[in-house]
């Protein structure tokens, strides 16, 4: 069974850090790249980052880069998503994906999500 588990979500204060965890299972993690992105309620999902599995490339959108650091740690199967001067505007439910590659957004599985609010 495929899965995709989200956690490290929480209510943190503006210029606070999280650190989300993706753990993967029932497909070849390496064959993969894994994406995060976020959604708040009324607007539309925006993917923030993404790491190739296969040879650790990374990508950022311009709105978190410098302040979020995408990870693997591939015996875990596990993607990190560590967010540093967390702001208002990056509260959400943040969900990770998976995709062959990064610039596809038709993502083949993605999790149920987990909900970070960052109060001002």
Aim: hydrophobic share 35%; aromatic share 12%; glycine share 8%.
């Amino acid at each position: 069974e495929v899965q995709l588990v989200e956690s490290g979500g929480d209510l943190v204060q503006a210029g606070g850090s999280l650190r989300l965890s993706c753990a993967a299972s029932g497909f070849i993690f390496n064959d993969y790249s894994i994406i995060w992105f976020r959604q708040a309620p009324g607007k539309d999902r925006d993917t923030i980052s993404c790491i190739s599995i296969s040879d650790n490339t990374t990508f950022y959108v311009d709105s978190v880069r410098g302040r979020f650091t995408i990870s693997s740690d591939n015996a875990k199967n596990t993607v990190y998503l560590q967010m540093n001067s967390l702001k208002p505007e990056d509260s959400a439910a943040y969900y990770c994906a998976a995709s062959k590659i990064c610039t596809n957004y038709d993502f083949e599985f993605w999790g149920q999500g987990t909900q970070v609010t960052v109060s001002s």
